[in-house]
């Protein structure tokens, strides 16, 4: 019989009750360390005061009233973002699958206006993901999210990862855009190096090809930067994001430049819950913390930290790690035992991480994770490479 939630998930057996900071409390009691962050959603932990604070305020005034009207909170969240990135406006989604579908059509409909309406084609990497609404597994295209749905979003060009060879020779007169992932996160964080991004940057401005940047899962903090193409020193002319910015309230954004997002008028789309009031005073909370130079700082001297110790950790473990690669606190353990092993190992060791393609395990921790936290994770991390280690020689 089919179960009464329908099992797309394969789930760890585990049922988390309460999150404090970096931990989560299992209904048993135990208390698991919390390197997951809910996919890198939890940016400041679990029930950080100040997100609990804007949550509650906002609940006792009003929940929801439309994108009818006018709503404060989405105006604040829109500034605070437009002040602090290359973007001068900002469309409120739930989620980031949704900025894919905005991107998308922003950038098809920007050609349109400029009566070029053949430029619909958006070139994008393999082992990228974008989400699973239809545009969003067309412009991934690997089979695994594809196959058996049927009719796909035409007007995508896969290419392989980084290669900037194979992106200058599909550039025609029909490519709209091109769409890419500054780290890739399910793809087994894949940094792009600063260097293609500055090229695919450049071979935009050459062609006047629009750059979709999805920092979905990379951005609001999570590389050092708030937006990790920061550290490429470009900018792109429309930006996905979601997962951190409502530290744990759905909520997702598209960022664009003025002339990138012209075309996009009164009518053109909408969402009934988009940029709704609880959505935005959580995500304006959040922006709060972490666009401050102080906040990123930290990011910073942490990420080093934790990079340091997983280094010894691979040097330690070399039967069950190959290396450590990533960027900030978006980092990854590239496996030579079984990835899902790890993971699963880490359960028992009450360490929490989430696999990824690639044979990696990701470290997705709270950008608020302390000293103390990266060297206890560590540790944890320790005991499941020898329960690893114990199973592959018994
Ligand atoms: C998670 C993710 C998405 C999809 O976001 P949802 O909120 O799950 O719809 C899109 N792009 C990237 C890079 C992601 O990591």
Redesign the pocket.
């Known amino acids: 019989m089919i179960p009464s939630v329908l099992p797309t998930y394969a789930r760890a057996p585990l049922t988390f009750v309460k999150g404090e900071g970096s931990w989560l409390i299992e209904a048993d009691g135990r208390r698991f360390l919390d390197l997951g962050a809910g ?2 959603v939890n940016s400041l932990g679990h029930a950080h005061p100040k997100l609990v604070a804007a949550l509650g305020e906002q609940a006792n005034a009003l929940w929801h009233t439309s994108n009818l009207y006018n709503i404060p909170a989405q105006q604040k969240l829109a500034d605070l973002l437009v002040e602090h990135t290359f973007a001068d406006t900002a469309f409120f989604t739930n ?6 579908e905005l991107a998308v059509k922003m950038a098809r409909k920007y050609w349109h206006d400029k009566d070029q309406p053949e430029r619909v084609k958006i070139i994008t990497f393999d082992g ?6 239809a545009a ?1 597994i067309a412009a991934a295209g690997s089979e695994k999210m594809t196959k058996g749905f049927g009719p796909l979003l035409p007007g995508f060009i896969h290419l392989p990862f980084a290669d900037h060879a194979a992106a200058t020779e599909a550039m025609d007169a029909t490519v709209a855009a091109i769409l890419v ?1 500054p780290v ?3 793809g087994g964080i894949r940094p792009l190096p600063d260097a293609c991004l500055k090229g695919l940057r450049d071979l935009c401005d050459e062609t006047g090809t629009l750059l979709i940047l ?5 951005g609001m903090g999570r590389t050092g930067k708030l937006f990790a193409h920061e550290w490429a020193g470009i900018d792109p002319d429309i930006m ?1 994001v ?2 951190g910015i409502g530290g744990g309230f759905p909520l ?1 954004a598209v960022l664009a430049t003025e002339d990138a997002a012209r075309s996009m008028t009164a009518g053109t789309h909408g969402s009934t819950y988009g940029g709704n009031p609880l959505a935005c005073a959580v995500g304006c909370a959040v922006m709060e913390e972490v666009a401050s130079e102080d906040f990123l700082t930290e990011v910073n001297r942490k990420a080093g930290l934790l990079r340091q110790k997983l280094e010894g950790l691979v040097a330690s473990h070399p039967d069950v790690f190959e290396s450590v690669r990533g960027s900030g606190l978006m980092l990854g353990l590239k496996c030579k035992a079984t990835n899902a092993d790890v993971v699963k190992a880490g359960y028992d060791a009450e360490v929490l991480t989430v696999p990824a393609a690639d044979n990696v395990i990701r470290l997705l921790p709270p950008l608020t994770i302390t000293d103390d936290e990266i060297a206890e994770a560590v540790a944890r991390l320790d005991l499941a490479a020898l329960a690893v280690e114990r199973g592959a020689n018994a």
């Open positions: 996919i890198a989620s980031g699958t949704e900025a894919c990228s993901f974008h989400g699973r609404s969003g992932e890739q996160g399910e999805d920092e979905v899962q990379c996905m979601a997962k997702g």
